[in-house]
């Protein structure tokens, strides 16, 4: 039996469907305790990691060996005063400490804080003060503790700083203090309705928001990983994705150690498909997550020999009909779509495998009940276009979504609104109960796999001298999904030509960290807006369309 169905209750159909998944923690409940440590008490040689990166450096981590280095992660936090509820950030790229350091952090009932090596310092910045950062983990390369050490200068946080791999003046070099550290852990006390992690998401409108989840976040992606990645005891999933976003605990942790399948991580600054390729041969990866931008640029490169692999899926961002067809003629493999929210876990997916449905979210997940709504939250009828929102549970409540949102309970509360989650996607529903992607509602950006929102690119085109009003929206890009287009309205008496679109590009280009970019600017003479002056980005779409 799986550790996982100490957790929950599965509810099949005839068919073996599942047609309900209802989590059952125990009050007290830690994936560090309950999960980690019970696998390596009972299998303490099972495989959890095998890691590997593009200098052919390799290794190969057990669950005991998991559970032993948590242990004395926690050990080292502890001497330097990180205990429960205390927020730790984690900018530890694709490195494998971030796996035995977020089992310590949870083990601990302190609160991890994922964040990508890709942000500016200024980004840095506001998360540190935002989340009052007691003190952060990071990889020792490519500037990233300088760039630490310049945002929190004069900040006030964090308390101390860790690196590993390495000695760096300033940092503790955890990897020398866990070496050095007791592996014996008594159970720290905590809850599973204790604060787990908080993931800095995208809006629309002001800063960057902080998503809290509880201790049952990691239950939630039992669905995730068996019926839609069909992760697999003793088998190797292989996801696609940074440490620093929700995407890494989706695919490359919780859902999968539940189900006794090893994670995969490959290490890498640039992405080459074909060396994707090698990575899924080599080590005999089962099943595979990635982005779309990462299956277009597989297409490209003509990746078509994917041995062993089972089963494969996707989610980020729209996947185009063309991808979908070349990447099943190149490797005989059906795509399988998938969608949730960093508030959430997987909300719909394509667990029939229908190819007559390519280009659909999905069904409901079976911890959900999922509705399309108009304004009014009244249910619309089957084709028509709504709001997605997800319905309260057997409890009254809404189960399996975030917790709040750090600092700003009104925000809470207004996606909450009438005990409903709103999402704030639009969808519509066809007859046979299977969901269609519209569009956003709060116009956040989804390029290469990223969310931006339109306020974080905005805020630094507003510093250019040449700038007197602007706006940024996602466009259709073959590569990336989306890319950001700038609109600019230019102080009176500038000379609005191709240079002034270059300068603009690259000053704001080297403010922004990568997946921000701005991919093409356009002037204007004014931009469309509402009554109350708020701009109107649909119509900037309209313009962009019918350019």
Not at 92 to 114: D, N
Not at 267 to 285: A, G
Not at 405 to 421: H, I, K, S
Request: contains cysteine; charged residues 25%.
């Amino acid at each position: 039996m799986s550790v996982y169905q100490n957790f929950c209750e599965e509810v099949f159909d005839d068919n073996g469907r599942p047609v309900r998944l209802t989590v059952r923690p125990p009050e007290n409940f830690n994936f560090g305790y309950d999960v980690v440590d019970e696998i390596a008490r009972t299998e303490p040689d099972k495989k959890a990691l095998v890691w590997c990166n593009t200098e052919g450096a390799e290794k190969t981590l057990t669950f005991r060996e998991i559970a032993d280095l948590s242990n004395r992660a926690a050990n080292v936090f502890r001497s330097h005063g990180i205990g429960r509820g205390d927020r730790v950030m984690l900018m530890l790229k694709r490195h494998y400490e971030y796996w035995y350091v977020t089992i310590a952090l949870h083990k601990l009932g302190a609160i991890m804080v994922p964040v990508t090596h890709m942000l500016t310092p200024e980004d840095v910045r506001h998360r540190l003060n935002s989340g009052r950062i007691k003190a952060v983990v990071s990889a020792a390369e490519g500037g990233i503790p300088e760039k630490l050490k310049e945002a929190a200068e004069g900040c006030g946080y964090p308390e101390v700083f860790f690196t590993v791999q390495a000695d760096v003046p300033g940092f503790v070099n955890l990897t020398e203090a866990v070496r050095n550290a007791s592996d014996r852990l008594e159970r720290v006390p905590t809850r599973a309705t204790d604060p787990l992690a908080i993931y800095f998401t995208s809006g629309t409108s002001g800063e960057p928001k902080g998503v809290i989840h509880d201790h049952t976040y990691p239950l939630l992606h039992i669905v995730t990983a068996k019926y839609w990645q069909k992760a697999e005891e003793g088998g190797l999933h292989f996801t696609m994705a940074e440490t620093g976003w929700a995407k890494t605990n989706w695919g490359k942790l919780y859902g999968q150690w539940l189900l006794g399948s090893a994670v995969m991580v490959y290490d890498f600054e640039n992405f080459d498909p074909k060396q994707v390729e090698h990575i899924i041969n080599k080590y005999e990866v089962t099943t595979f997550c990635a982005p779309p931008t990462i299956f277009r640029y597989m297409v490209m490169k003509k990746v078509r020999d994917l041995k062993g692999l089972k089963h494969t899926v996707t989610a980020g961002e729209v996947l185009s009909k063309e991808v979908f067809e070349r990447f099943r003629e190149l490797t005989g493999i059906t795509l399988i779509e998938g969608y949730g929210q960093t508030e959430t876990a997987l909300l719909l997916a394509n667990f029939d495998e229908n190819p007559e449905k390519q280009g659909s979210l999905g069904k409901a997940s079976p911890m959900y009940e999922l509705k399309v709504v108009d304004e009014d939250g009244k249910e619309l009828p089957h084709g028509e276009t709504g709001e997605l929102v997800v319905l309260p549970g057997e409890s009254g409540r809404v189960e399996g979504v975030f917790s709040g949102y750090f600092d700003n309970p009104a925000l809470y509360e207004n996606v909450l609104r009438g005990g409903v989650f709103h999402t704030g996607d639009t969808a519509r529903m066809d007859e046979d109960g299977y969901f269609w992607f519209e569009g956003r509602i709060d116009d956040v950006i989804k390029t290469g796999g990223y969310r931006v929102g339109p306020s974080e690119v905005e805020e630094v085109l507003d510093t250019h001298p040449a700038v007197a009003e602007c706006a940024v929206i996602g466009v259709e890009d073959k590569a990336r999904g989306q890319a950001i287009k700038a609109y600019v309205v230019p102080v009176e008496g500038v000379e609005a030509g191709p240079k002034l679109k270059r300068e603009i590009r690259e000053y704001c280009n080297a403010r922004l960290a990568d997946y921000k970019w701005i991919r093409t600017v356009e002037f204007a003479e004014s931009l469309p807006k509402t009554i109350s002056g708020k701009i109107r980005r649909n119509e900037l779409k309209k313009m962009h369309k019918n350019a």
